[in-house]
């Protein structure tokens, strides 16, 4: 079946550094990939759609320049926390949709999750 | 706008109790519904689906019907083991939501021995 792969898969920083996270779809092309923000206990949060080749579409509320998607090819986006703050720490999760054949519906394939924490 | 209704926990259960976790869903058409299952400390992972109405949706012993007249797509398990402690996800995805996913709130499932 699919897999995706997120890396790190935990992560410590100083506040004010730049973390980079990746996302890769190992075994089929993902032109769209999204990136979710789950805190302790709570449902997912959408944070943007990460189209491959184009500019990424985020959510009302999430700051553009703080989280930085690039999705570069057909198997890799990255979600960049830049100058992150402890507010920032929680755990950040992608997934790829993977079109079934046969008019089957769209399933989303989600990666392990990334667990950001800033001191 | 479309959404998803979701059971609120947390649930806990004696080992080989039976299991309902309710979900509804609000939609125009007809969306395909999913369960998602989230291990601590992990993603989610796909447990079961449903593509239209009347479709069941069956893994591990889990099983979901696709309601279309009740909108509602309830998850169950007749005998629920420890190793299903977890937290499970409604979701819906169609044409009219642009295939977007929508989430339920999640609800918490703690099997005691």
């Known amino acids: 079946g699919a897999v995706v792969s997120q890396h790190p898969s935990w992560v410590i920083c100083k506040s004010g550094t730049s973390v980079k996270i990746e996302c890769r779809s190992l075994?089929?092309?993902?032109?769209?990939m999204f990136w979710y923000r789950q805190f302790p206990k709570q449902s997912l949060m959408l944070m943007a759609t990460?189209?491959?080749?184009?500019?990424?579409?985020?959510e009302q509320g999430v700051e553009k320049d703080k989280f930085l998607i690039n999705h570069a090819s057909l198997t890799l986006s990255t979600l960049t926390v830049t100058s992150a703050h402890p507010e920032d720490s929680s755990f950040y999760i992608c997934?790829?949709?993977?079109?079934?054949?046969?008019?089957?519906?769209?399933?989303?394939?989600f990666g392990a999750g990334s667990r950001l924490t800033v001191l | 706008g479309d959404s998803v209704t979701q059971m609120e926990g947390p649930v806990t259960l004696s080992e080989e109790a039976f299991l309902t976790i309710n979900c509804t869903y609000t939609?125009?058409?007809?969306?395909?519904l999913f369960w998602y299952v989230q291990y601590p400390g992990e993603g989610l992972q796909l447990l079961l689906k449903?593509?239209?109405?009347?479709d069941k949706g069956s893994n591990k012993g889990f099983e979901a019907t696709y309601r279309k007249e009740t909108t509602s797509f309830h998850l169950e398990k007749g005998s629920v083991q420890v190793s299903d402690s977890a937290v499970y996800f409604c979701?819906?995805?169609?044409?009219?939501?642009?295939?977007?996913?929508?989430f339920g709130t999640g609800t918490s499932l703690t099997v005691i021995p």
């Open positions: 997934s790829a949709r993977e079109l079934l054949g046969g008019g089957g519906a769209n399933v989303l394939t």
């Open positions: 075994d089929f092309q993902a032109t769209t």
């Open positions: 990460s189209n491959e080749g184009s500019k990424a579409t985020y």
């Open positions: 939609a125009t058409g007809y969306p395909s």
């Open positions: 449903a593509t239209k109405a009347d």
């Open positions: 979701a819906l995805s169609g044409q009219n939501t642009g295939n977007q996913f929508y």
